[in-house]
């Protein structure tokens, strides 16, 4: 796979995963316990020998270069190849912000034109799964196709939220739908293709420049189709988009399961991340933990149930946790109950509070396509007071302080936010 360049498009705004992609880029967005949802991409890459990896990068990229560094747990801190970060610039020239995946590509073309490859592997930096990419890659050459889409199937009731593709009997593309109401066909685009280089460069050039095609899905895709020998390649294992709070949410649970389609614990197809030395989880004599993952460095005296513990987390006495996200080194204080929430770092969490409390589904008012699936978020380093009740599909804003609650009953679909100059992100 030496003749292959990996461009990750992880620069893109998601408000959808509201406030958890607020200070951070989607792609740094925390998963599964310890990992950042990158680190799949990236691990797929060091799976199927690809050592030339492209991270493009736009919205809040300091976390995300902080993590990925220089890409040693990934095999890509190399001399040659490696991993290296294309972030938007501005010169004398038109150069501007991404305007789309296809646009990201077009505005680091001089980068492609430089690497001495075949093939330019496009990958999306904020989806889980994990795939060997050099299988797909294999079946491009045999096929001697100008363009390759992985597609997976989905359930026919969301394929609204899919690019659609439909296959002829050789497998060759013979329709795309961006989007659709209704398709007869269930494969989803997974937003990852492999183009010749030259290809690449000239659907670029005349989509991209002079047309104005920003996208591969809504603007490139369907435009080559029957120009080009675009081929599908199925993809038949575990795939999610986690674009949503809903789906985020869904896929960290997924992992519980008592077998989960998603197996981290199979060493063939290994996740890798950064490794921070913590010690191991601690459990005190009250503990009870049921049916979840619970990360080193964690502290549990309570009781967790269908949950996701990451480190440093610490469970005081009497606390319980259900069905639950909690990213590190976030403090749930005695007696406080969190029920189906997504808790973000360095959270404190005080004595007697109640995070997702009662039934009542009522949508965000603020976020109402973003919350309303019943799942409370709290932002990063928000400090709850003590019995405080915040009800479902509620937001409690980055940074938060005791001093920004006004009452003590934060109903369902109401929003807390600080009345504080936000902090630089980190």
Same mark, same amino acid.
């Given at each position: 796979?030496?003749?292959?360049?990996?461009?990750?498009?992880?620069?893109?705004?998601?408000?959808?995963?509201?406030?958890?992609?607020?200070?951070?880029?989607?792609?740094?967005?925390?998963?599964?316990?310890?990992?950042?949802?990158?680190?799949?991409?990236?691990?797929?890459?060091? @799976?199927?020998?690809?050592?030339?990896?492209?991270?493009?990068?736009?919205?809040?990229? *300091?976390?995300?270069?902080?993590?990925?560094?220089? #890409?040693?747990?990934?095999?890509?801190? *190399?001399?040659?190849? #490696?991993?290296?970060?294309?972030?938007?610039?501005?010169?004398?020239?038109?150069? $501007?912000?991404?305007?789309?995946?296809?646009?990201?590509?077009?505005?680091?073309?001089?980068?492609?034109?430089?690497?001495?490859?075949?093939? =330019?592997?496009?990958?999306?930096?904020?989806?889980?799964?994990?795939?060997?990419?050099?299988?797909?890659?294999?079946?491009? !050459?045999?096929?001697?196709?100008?363009?390759?889409?992985?597609?997976?199937?989905?359930?026919?009731?969301?394929?609204? !939220?899919?690019?659609?593709?439909?296959?002829?009997?050789?497998?060759?593309?013979?329709?795309?739908?961006?989007?659709?109401?209704?398709?007869?066909?269930?494969?989803?685009?997974?937003?990852?293709?492999?183009?010749?280089?030259?290809?690449?460069?000239?659907?670029?050039?005349?989509?991209?420049?002079?047309?104005?095609?920003?996208?591969?899905?809504?603007?490139?895709?369907?435009?080559?189709?029957?120009?080009?020998?675009?081929?599908?390649? !199925?993809?038949?294992?575990?795939?999610?988009?986690? #674009?949503?709070?809903?789906?985020?949410?869904?896929?960290?649970?997924?992992?519980?399961?008592?077998?989960?389609?998603?197996?981290?614990?199979?060493?063939?197809?290994? =996740? *890798?991340?950064?490794?921070r030395d913590r010690p191991p989880a601690k459990l005190g004599p009250n503990a009870q933990i049921t049916k979840s993952l619970v990360s080193n #460095?964690?502290?549990?005296?309570?009781?967790?149930? *269908?949950s996701i513990i990451f480190p440093g987390v610490f469970v005081e006495d009497g606390a319980v946790i259900i069905d639950s996200i909690i990213f590190?080194? /976030? /403090?749930?204080?005695?007696?406080?109950?969190?029920?189906?929430?997504?808790?973000?770092?360095?959270?404190?969490?005080?004595?007697?509070?109640?995070?997702?409390?009662?039934?009542?589904?009522?949508?965000?008012?603020?976020?109402? $396509?973003?919350?309303? @699936?019943?799942?409370?978020?709290?932002?990063?380093?928000?400090?709850?007071? @003590?019995g405080v009740k915040i009800g479902r599909n509620c937001k409690i804003g980055c940074w938060v302080d005791r001093v920004d609650f006004s009452s003590?009953?934060?109903?369902?679909?109401?929003?807390?936010?600080?009345? !504080?100059?936000?902090?630089?992100?980190?």
């Amino acid at each position: 796979m030496n003749r292959v360049l990996a461009m990750v498009l992880a620069g893109g705004a998601s408000e959808r995963l509201s406030i958890l992609s607020a200070e951070r880029a989607k792609p740094a967005v925390p998963f599964g316990g310890k990992y950042r949802i990158i680190d799949f991409t990236l691990s797929n890459c060091a @799976s199927s020998g690809i050592c030339n990896v492209a991270v493009l990068t736009q919205f809040n990229p *300091r976390s995300l270069a902080q993590h990925i560094g220089v #890409g040693r747990p990934w095999d890509l801190d *190399r001399t040659t190849g #490696g991993v290296v970060l294309l972030q938007p610039f501005l010169s004398r020239s038109t150069r $501007d912000w991404y305007k789309g995946t296809a646009d990201a590509v077009y505005q680091n073309l001089y980068y492609v034109e430089d690497q001495k490859v075949d093939e =330019v592997l496009i990958l999306s930096g904020d989806h889980i799964y994990t795939m060997r990419y050099d299988h797909m890659i294999n079946a491009h !050459r045999s096929r001697q196709a100008d363009v390759t889409v992985a597609v997976t199937e989905v359930p026919l009731p969301e394929v609204s !939220r899919f690019g659609i593709i439909t296959l002829d009997h050789n497998e060759r593309v013979i329709s795309f739908q961006e989007k659709p109401r209704s398709a007869k066909s269930n494969l989803a685009s997974m937003g990852v293709y492999v183009f010749d280089k030259s290809v690449l460069i000239n659907c670029l050039e005349e989509y991209a420049q002079g047309k104005g095609g920003h996208d591969f899905g809504q603007d490139i895709l369907p435009e080559i189709i029957g120009k080009h020998k675009v081929y599908g390649y !199925r993809f038949r294992g575990y795939w999610r988009d986690v #674009g949503t709070i809903q789906s985020y949410w869904q896929a960290n649970m997924d992992l519980i399961a008592d077998l989960p389609d998603l197996n981290l614990y199979d060493t063939s197809a290994e =996740v *890798r991340t950064v490794h921070r030395d913590r010690p191991p989880a601690k459990l005190g004599p009250n503990a009870q933990i049921t049916k979840s993952l619970v990360s080193n #460095g964690a502290i549990i005296n309570g009781r967790v149930e *269908r949950s996701i513990i990451f480190p440093g987390v610490f469970v005081e006495d009497g606390a319980v946790i259900i069905d639950s996200i909690i990213f590190d080194d /976030t /403090t749930v204080g005695e007696g406080a109950t969190v029920d189906k929430s997504i808790v973000d770092k360095q959270v404190w969490i005080s004595n007697g509070s109640q995070v997702g409390h009662g039934d009542d589904l009522t949508p965000n008012k603020e976020e109402i $396509d973003n919350l309303n @699936s019943g799942i409370t978020v709290v932002g990063k380093g928000a400090k709850i007071p @003590s019995g405080v009740k915040i009800g479902r599909n509620c937001k409690i804003g980055c940074w938060v302080d005791r001093v920004d609650f006004s009452s003590k009953d934060i109903p369902s679909g109401e929003s807390v936010a600080s009345k !504080r100059p936000r902090r630089h992100p980190l």
